[in-house]
């Protein structure tokens, strides 16, 4: 299982690189291989404001729907277009090109409570 040590992660199975006050997320190596092959990205939330684990799109496999949560309160500022063509870039490079939103966070508090790799780790191997 990859799991970038730069990164932060949630139960959920999202990562979350830090830039400035923008957090980039996509779902975790370990997710995608859950999933299997993906077949579309839904993201309806660009310019929405939510809340630290509510819905923000679903990810669409062979066999099965999933939903995507906010990993930190804020704004949805760019859904990756990418994936509008090439979904399956979440298989082949989820912690690069398979990335999926921006957001910019309003409650830097919230990233304490984040998981590192090894944490993260350690909740999918229980």
Do not use: C
């Not at 730069?6 to 859950?34: C, N, P």
């Not at 939510?50 to 704004?75: C, H, I, N």
């Amino acid at each position: 299982m990859n799991l970038p040590t730069d990164l932060k992660y949630t139960k959920d199975h999202e990562w979350i690189r830090i830039e400035g006050d923008l957090a980039i997320v996509g779902v975790t190596d370990f997710a995608q291989g859950e999933l299997g092959d993906i077949v579309y990205v839904d993201v309806d939330s660009e310019g929405d404001t939510l809340d630290r684990e509510e819905v923000f799109g679903t990810v669409e496999a062979v066999k099965t729907v999933s939903d995507l949560f906010m990993p930190l309160t804020g704004e949805v500022v760019e859904f990756n277009e990418q994936l509008e063509d090439e979904p399956e870039l979440v298989n082949s490079d989820p912690y690069g090109d398979g990335w999926m939103i921006k957001i910019k966070f309003s409650n830097p508090e919230e990233l304490d409570e984040l998981l590192d790799a090894d944490a993260y780790k350690e909740s999918v191997a229980s």
